[in-house]
């Protein structure tokens, strides 16, 4: 299989910075966002140029160098500050580089049409001094250092192990060794053993600037060894037409490198575990209402079983009490939208206890990621925060609480207990006819008596009421049984919507983080980061 090409590197880039843009701070993702629209303009310029700069501090030479090339004294030299203050550039071949240049923005150009074929599309650029005293030079050195396709370091014996240039620009460029020259000027200032000398010692500092692989090439503009070393590698430089990839190859390397850290451990399975998962249910539990919820579904059941279980005649005394879940407005879950309830907000406890298990939730889900996605977790859990309540109040409102129903038996008692009424009233009304017989003087009735002594209409009405009355002490304790265990179903049911809004409204963008971390980390290694696959 085929190494990836830059193209194909940078749109891996350009995956990421899309699946990190929300997650990862603006600062992180300026380098990567830079490079890649960098890329596509220096790609879609002419590729028949090769863009090479020759960088230095004062007094190395390297303007020299430059007017040597181009056949022209086209930059002034010296050794005071500042010498080169403005970028520029001489351009061979007969190629229009005028597009390229306008976007290096660099205006003071120069055009050799003819002679050395061989560099036929060289823009070779003396940029300004990097240790100038003008700010605005050295920023202009270092706007170009960062989009040409060559770099030529020229150092000079007097100062080729000056700090800065070493600690703040070779350093620096350590990953760009394939489009890096180092050119040691004025060697004919030195003697041969000198020269050896310092060329050896300028090995060992470029090796402790991570550049140790690179050759050391020898110039000097009034003498030997001349340019031809160095006029040798920025022709194998123009001739492979390499370099603009070789540049942007180094910068999709430094970069990486540089983003590797914030997608490096592997994603973990879930973003919210089973106890996790439990915990923060729990804690919306308590601040949706379900334990005074519960109760009231106790309390419902019993109400409502009593009344159809109970003595007829008394009923009217229980359908004067308030059904405790009416008053909350719960019950009919078979509504559209179901209504807002009327539970009392969560109080300052029940919040603090949400805050507290929503951090704990994004910590546990975000421990094993780099620290901007935790953050960028702990945002997505904390989302929704606001939204909480009223879906907890929607998630109760709707969940079908068991009591809506009358049970079965419930029908068996009341019919019992109509029957026991009616033999109660016939026993009554059995009596009254008696006494009104006896009160207008008629022959009273011929009445039965249940074991030859206790008067028939007497049994009836005693019966019929006690048996009622027993009948309805011996439901009550069933009563409380099936309403202990229809609160416990009607909880479980309130755990389970609520466990839907924490899916929806917690784990689902807590899940979003983790598939953009997955997505962003296989787009960095794409890219070209060294990363594990797992």
């Not at 601040?287 to 019993?302: D, I, L, N, S």
């Not at 308030?322 to 919040?351: C, F, I, K, M, Y």
């Amino acid at each position: 299989m085929s190494a990836p090409t830059v193209v194909e590197r940078m749109a891996a880039l350009e995956r990421f910075t899309a699946a990190t843009a929300r997650r990862l701070p603006g600062s992180d993702l300026a380098p990567a966002t830079s490079l890649i629209g960098r890329a596509g303009e220096r790609l879609a310029l002419s590729q028949l140029h090769t863009v090479v700069a020759l960088a230095g501090a004062t007094g190395t030479g390297k303007s020299s160098i430059f007017n040597a090339l181009a056949g022209v004294t086209l930059s002034q030299t010296g050794v005071r500050r500042p010498t080169t203050g403005e970028a520029h550039a001489c351009v061979w071949g007969a190629d229009h580089a005028e597009p390229l240049l306008d976007w290096l923005g660099v205006t003071r150009r120069h055009f050799r049409d003819g002679g050395e074929p061989d560099l036929s599309g060289l823009v070779l650029l003396d940029l300004p001094d990097f240790d100038s005293v003008q700010v605005a030079h050295r920023a202009e050195a270092d706007r170009l250092l960062s989009v040409v396709d060559l770099i030529v370091w020229v150092l000079h014996p007097q100062k080729y192990a000056d700090r800065v240039q070493h600690a703040d620009y070779l350093t620096r460029f350590h990953r760009h060794r394939d489009i890096t020259v180092v050119a040691l000027n004025a060697v004919d200032l030195l003697s041969a053993a000198d020269a050896e000398e310092c060329v050896s010692d300028l090995h060992r500092l470029l090796a402790a600037d991570g550049l140790g692989d690179l050759a050391v090439l020898p110039t000097s503009t009034v003498g030997p060894p001349g340019l031809d070393p160095l006029v040798k590698a920025i022709r194998q430089a123009v001739f492979a037409r390499q370099a603009a990839v070789r540049r942007l190859e180094a910068d999709l390397a430094d970069v990486t490198a540089a983003l590797a850290p914030t997608v490096a451990p592997a994603p973990p399975k879930a973003a919210l575990d089973a106890d996790a998962t439990r915990t923060l249910t729990g804690a919306l539990a308590g601040a949706a209402g379900v334990p005074v919820v519960t109760a009231a579904v106790e309390k419902a059941y019993v109400h409502r079983a009593r009344k159809a279980t109970g003595w007829p005649l008394l009923r009217w005394i229980r359908r004067t009490r308030a059904d405790p879940l009416e008053r909350l407005h719960l019950g009919d879950h078979r509504a559209t939208v179901p209504a807002a309830t009327s539970l009392s907000p969560a109080g300052p406890a029940a919040q603090a206890g949400v805050a507290k298990a929503l951090r704990e939730a994004a910590d546990r889900a975000g421990a094993a990621l780099p620290a901007p996605w935790q953050d960028a977790m702990l945002a997505a859990v904390r989302a929704h925060r606001d939204d909480l309540p009223d879906a907890l109040d929607r998630a109760v409102a709707s969940t079908d609480l068991g009591v809506a129903r009358k049970r079965w038996w419930w029908r068996v008692v009341g019919l019992l207990q109509w029957l026991f009424t009616a033999v109660a009233l016939v026993g009554l009304l059995w009596l009254g006819v008696r006494l009104a017989m006896e009160a207008l003087a008629l022959p009273p009735l011929r009445t039965p008596k249940v074991d030859g002594w206790l008067p028939m209409p007497t049994a009836l009405l005693a019966g019929g009421l006690l048996a009622g009355l027993l009948l309805a002490i011996l439901v009550r304790p069933v009563v409380r049984i099936a309403a202990g265990a229809r609160r416990r179903r009607a909880a479980k049911r309130l755990r389970d919507s609520i466990a839907g809004v924490v899916k929806d409204l917690v784990e689902t963008p807590a899940t979003a983080v983790l598939t953009d971390y997955a997505t962003a980390r296989t787009a960095l290694r794409d890219a070209g980061a060294p990363l594990p696959s797992r």
